[in-house]
């Protein structure tokens, strides 16, 4: 055996070179086990497309009939040329065997991998509606009903029936709770997690629901190796969402240890991009977020899971802009090796939004060129982020548009359509473009003529203004060292409008020391 495994390309080039001769069923069937280790074996050393041959080749030898003659094998092989197929982004292929699989293995714990390998195809797809739409009817199947659209009072319930299971347990203890027995409840919480990507585009109430609804099943049921996530996607509502940091990053926290308790590389690649796009942000040193979302983004990647390795780098794009030490030239050629990074894996939405990025960084290269630089059509870009409901993209888009016009000194219309961005904003769940957003609305409003808006503009515009004035004091004061020079610049300016001139000087002067 040992030889063989070594031997193992060998043999099997040798035995497929003369496969024409071979009619014997049970040769054929033998031949194709030869395939399938030797699929394996590349599979292993993630060298994708060589397994995608491996495979497709040992399924030539075979018939209809191997799924009743040989169940196992017959999954076993089809569920790995899907796997391979997907990971090298031949989703038609993978489709393809993913529904043969479906309609040949009847027992529902046994066919979970293989939903959540077509959840992924859907989500990489961007066919999210679809992928929402089966994952519900698969639960449903398990005995699990959740609604399709819940509103936000229903996720602010399901919020409030998880604290009220929790009670007076803190987080941290939530590591004692007993391990789940019932498999069903594992393959559940499986399709629940695989859920979330598509949630987060289309359907962001449904994915606080669900993220709450996993914690909740944790706390009823007793942990799994999906605990971590669901208590991580509860983090993420809370800091995202409610604004509660420290509060949330205990549940960061938790997912943290548990992993160690329930091994599960998967989860762990999920619950790295979770830290360094959503939890980072707001609990760590923002200088940091290279060496999270590259952890983040390469066991992802090892893993073949196309989409969350690309959206490690998608939610950390505002810090590249933003946050970094690096002139625009630096900027622009990081982001460019992204772009070919996404290019590969070939999710049509996330290479549009990297190509707007790279758009947007050439303009403020040179601000006097037109704005069709490298044949980039931004007023097409619009219309198909319009049309796909992408919460994550729309927002990269009128935020970045919101910076332009503070830029250009168009002061009103920066405020103007930055009110109109207070749900899309929220609805990225925190990732680091919420403060950009904030932090530029407020300069806006400080340096804007109000006497230009209606009073009912007017009005909001002034709420709005200390609305994200709060915010970004609740973010300095849980990391001064990200947001207390933006802070402090906002108090300078503030205490300039009014006259006060040795307290703006003495703000200026801490915006200096904290930004070095």
Known sequence: EATIDTEIFSIVEHLNYSSDTVTDVQQRIEIAQYNFRAGMKAKQSSAFEPAV???????????????????EFAFDLHFSLAQAAYTTARFELSEDIIKQCMAHEPDQIKITPVVQLYQDLLFASSRHDEGIAFALTKLNEYGLSLPATPGKLSVLIEYLRLKFRQRLRTTESLISLPQTSDNKRHSMMAIIANMVPSCYMVNGDLMGFISLRMASLSLKY????????????TGLVETGILKRIESGRQYYDLSLTLEEQYPNKLIKG????????????????????????????????????????????????AQSLFWGRDNLSEIHKENLKWLQFHIKNGDQQVIANQKYLMHFIEYLQSPDKPKDLEGFDEKQHEINISQQQNVTFQAYYHV??????????????????????FMPVLNTFGICLDAIHRYFYCLAYLAMDKTTLRLQQRTKANLYFHLNLFYLNQYQKNRPDNYGSHYALLQAEINRSKNNHKKALDFYEQSIQLSQ
């Open 222 to 233: 007793g942990n799994n190796s999906y605990s971590s996530f669901g208590f991580a996607m």
């Open 270 to 317: 999920r619950n790295l991009m979770l830290m360094s796009s959503f939890a980072g942000p707001w609990t760590e040193p923002i200088s940091q977020y290279k060496k999270k979302m590259e952890q983040a983004r390469t066991l992802n990647t090892e893993l073949g899971v196309l989409q969350w390795a690309d959206y490690c780098v998608v939610f950390t794009r």
């Open 400 to 421: 970045l548009k919101q910076m332009d016009n503070y830029l250009q000194g168009n002061y009103e219309s920066c405020v103007v359509e930055g009110i109109k961005l």
């Open 53 to 71: 041959e491996f495979f497709q080749q040992g399924k030539r030898y075979l018939d209809e009939s191997i799924w009743q003659q040989q169940p």
